[in-house]
């Protein structure tokens, strides 16, 4: 019997070390793969003053960051065992959900699935826009870090201090970032600006403000500039979103049903093991090179095994009659994919911005679609997924020219009004490697696109400290002491009938 434990302890103790190897093999492999990957900034053209090593340096680690209450992780478990777990749900259970949204939870298409419990807060104005909030000042569970307002990043002070440049960075997914990546985009854009302005031994300091949060559309985000970023009074505010409101169904009219015998068919819903194996990726970088290896014996029929896009039916794209693709009237009311809205909006963001002393600056949007593209059908799986399963039915060649006249009007709408446009689009490198699907990027290309939008940037605020507008003489002039009260309570609740 003892030699029997011996033998096991040993073998435990092997296959421990050998994959604690593997995963260190796996991890060097993977920084090797980002070398060469980085490589793609010497594309990006550094504007003055900037030092190539910066790319390098990373944001300090945020003093914020602590541990999740144990209830949290409880919560996480009883979203496991309800096996409603597609999308963000287990991101949901930490999200404040506005209470005008919410309504009956009972009643709610989505909310009604979550374990009997939900964080709510009360809006100002009775508004269902924006449709939640994170928690302020927590660390949760996937590893998302919020300061006293709810957004991703280290503590700001409420009233703003001299010698300070604050810039507040809005938008969805693209914005806020992965909640477990280490940093978002918008950190390594202030933490280079302060290298920058070191380096010009400048006696100020940049803020920033990621106000950003996924699967929100331009009207959350005005709502969010007006009650959330505002009263915070930032110098400026960077708009970058482009797909939550992205609906080809705008110019195509009659669109075909999905035909089974041309698409393929969408996988079953996973199973413990595969969403054991989604969050261990997340971590682990031999999980994440197992659910890769684990994915090309799960290709459907049907689907060129070469990458290349899927076969889709047959669909006419309508344009609006009269528009011009090249040169848009930005004012007619019938622009495709949501861009009316979206305008509407951006000039609410806009007056609210400039109400409190700041301006607004606009990017545009990366996608990442081209006619004729063809992947790796294994490595970048999930591009593939994204591009012809989640925009099914449509075509690689209208969602690109759908995105490039988005970015068309975006550029146009920012010249009309005399706002910084920051053609993110322009530079930002079209490698694969740099992408999770065809808008959200790995941490590698999340970099790429804040040393992108910091090159971008870098003009406009040697132009404001040259003027003198920046940094304000007195920033903190007529705030409030402190910023409004955010105060989630909890919802309990218990739904008669279990939904279907």
């Given at each position: ?335 495709p994919i949501s861009l009316p809205v979206i305008l509407r909006d951006l000039d609410r963001i806009r007056a609210t ?120 003489a007195d920033p903190g002039a007529g705030m409030p002491s402190e910023n409004p009260a955010f105060a989630p309570r ?11």
């Amino acid at each position: 019997m003892r030699n029997f434990l011996k033998n096991t302890l040993l073998v435990l103790v092997s296959i421990a070390l050998c994959t604690a190897a593997a995963e260190g093999v796996a991890r060097w492999l993977e920084v090797t793969d980002d070398a060469d990957v980085a490589a793609r900034l010497d594309e990006i053209p550094r504007a003055a003053g900037v030092q190539r090593a910066w790319y390098f340096d990373d944001p300090a680690p945020l003093p914020n960051r602590g541990k999740a209450p144990p209830e949290w992780y409880e919560l996480v478990r009883r979203v496991e065992a309800s096996g409603h777990t597609e999308g963000t749900r287990r991101a949901d259970m930490f999200k404040a959900w506005n209470s005008a949204f919410v309504g009956d939870p009972c009643s709610h298409p989505y909310l009604r699935v979550a374990p009997e419990h939900l964080f709510v807060y009360d809006p100002p104005d009775g508004n269902p826009h924006p449709r939640y909030r994170f928690m302020p000042n927590a660390t949760l569970p996937n590893g998302l870090v919020t300061n006293a307002y709810g957004f991703r990043g280290p503590p700001v002070p409420f009233v703003r201090t001299p010698k300070t440049v604050r810039i507040a960075f809005v938008g969805a997914s693209t914005t806020v970032g992965a909640h477990h990546f280490p940093s978002s985009y918008p950190e390594y854009v202030g933490h280079w600006l302060n290298l920058w302005a070191a380096s010009k031994r400048l006696d100020l300091r940049f803020e920033v403000l990621n106000a950003g949060r996924e699967s929100i559309g331009s009207t959350d985000i005005e709502t969010i500039v007006r009650q959330e970023v505002a009263p915070l009074r930032p110098d400026l505010v960077i708009y970058y979103e482009g797909a939550n409101q992205f609906l080809l169904n705008t110019v195509v009219p009659a669109l075909p049903r999905p035909d089974n015998r041309v698409l393929p068919p969408l996988p079953p819903p996973k199973g413990a093991g595969a969403r054991w194996l989604d969050e261990a990726a997340k971590h682990f970088t031999l999980a994440r090179r197992l659910r890769t290896l684990l994915a090309a014996t799960d290709t459907p029929a049907g689907v060129p095994v070469d990458g290349g896009e899927w076969p889709k039916p047959a669909y006419d794209l309508v344009w609006p009659a009269g528009v011009d693709e090249r040169d848009p009237d930005i004012g007619r009311p019938d622009l495709p994919i949501s861009l009316p809205v979206i305008l509407r909006d951006l000039d609410r963001i806009r007056a609210t911005t400039e109400s409190v002393g700041g301006e607004l600056a606009l990017a545009s949007f990366v996608w990442l679609v081209k006619d004729g593209m063809v992947l790796n059908p294994i490595r970048h799986r999930q591009i593939l997924e994204y591009l012809n399963k989640s925009y099914a039915p449509f075509r690689y060649r209208d969602l690109e020219r759908l995105a490039a006249f988005q970015n068309r009007v975006f550029a146009k709408y920012a010249a009309a009004n005399h706002l910084t446009f920051l053609d993110v689009a322009r530079l930002m490198p079209r490698d694969p490697d740099l992408f999770v699907d065809a808008i959200h990027n790995t941490q590698t290309g999340v970099r790429l696109q804040g040393w992108v939008v910091f090159q971008e940037l870098l003009p406009l605020v040697e132009k404001k400290l040259a003027s003198g507008a920046w940094p304000k003489a007195d920033p903190g002039a007529g705030m409030p002491s402190e910023n409004p009260a955010f105060a989630p309570r909890e919802l309990n609740f218990t739904c008669k009938t279990p939904p279907a």
